[in-house]
């Protein structure tokens, strides 16, 4: 059973442009969680989704910033007009969501740099 | 969800048990005590949870005082790559529904000695 994966690993964008990130959930796992680590700083919640619905984006910042988790294909984390403070590791969690008590199981990241 | 105390930084010798404190005083009875770890630049993982009773597993043990305010992880056999930020999580988990984002402290990061 292959992990979540996350792809790309490594991303450059310059200012203003659009980072588009990928997440894969485990096989079987219907929900997507995304956290954002900035550097020298800890994991901080960013938005939790389920197929085709936002459950909790209580931690996306207002602007900029979109997820959504479609039917088919991989969640997608959207960031529009990037700035230099974007610059962290973005690390994509799945979880079965339906077997207590619901660990989470973390992709390897992308690490966005913008430039 | 409750919140957790840990120390920052342990130091443990190659091959000895790491035994990492957390106290979460605050824990409620429907709330879990997770942990996860965080190597350097990699995703965290998962490695253990309980609710009252001592869990085991293939990584390690977690041993929740009866009254659930604190709890120790044990790594009975630490190596090398055993080095990484530990995360004690305290989080309520709702039957059917799914479950709202983990809230990561600082955590402990520990470091073992050759």
């Known amino acids: 059973n292959a992990g979540v994966m996350q792809n790309p690993r490594h991303l450059v964008r310059r200012r203003g442009q659009e980072a588009r990130l990928r997440c894969s959930p485990m096989k079987g796992h219907s929900h997507v969680y995304w956290y954002r680590q900035l550097p020298e700083e800890g994991l901080k919640f960013m938005v939790y989704?389920?197929?085709?619905?936002?459950?909790?984006e209580s931690g996306m910042p207002k602007e900029r910033f979109s997820a959504e988790f479609p039917k088919e294909g991989p969640s997608i984390l959207r960031i529009q007009q990037v700035v230099r403070g974007d610059s962290a590791a973005y690390f994509c969690?799945?979880?079965?969501?339906?077997?207590?008590?619901?660990?989470?199981?973390f992709g390897p990241g992308t690490r966005l740099t913008v430039t | 969800d409750a919140k957790t105390t840990q120390p920052p930084s342990m130091d443990c010798a190659e091959g000895r048990a790491a035994n990492l404190p957390c106290n979460h005083s605050?824990?409620?009875?429907?709330?879990?005590v997770y942990w996860y770890r965080q190597i350097h630049s990699q995703g965290p993982q998962y490695i253990i949870h309980?609710?009252?009773n001592n869990e085991t597993n293939e990584m390690a043990s977690l041993i929740i005082t009866e009254d659930r305010k604190s709890s120790t992880l044990i790594l009975p056999h630490a190596t090398l790559r055993d080095t990484a930020v530990y995360y004690c999580?305290?989080?309520?988990?709702?039957?059917?529904?799914?479950?709202?984002?983990?809230?990561f402290g600082k955590g402990t990061h520990l470091i073992i000695q050759p």
């Open positions: 605050t824990i409620s009875g429907n709330e879990y």
């Open positions: 309980g609710l009252k």
């Open positions: 969690a799945s979880s079965p969501g339906t077997i207590l008590p619901y660990e989470q199981y």
């Open positions: 999580i305290v989080r309520v988990t709702q039957s059917g529904g799914g479950a709202d984002g983990l809230t």
């Open positions: 989704l389920q197929k085709e619905n936002i459950i909790d």
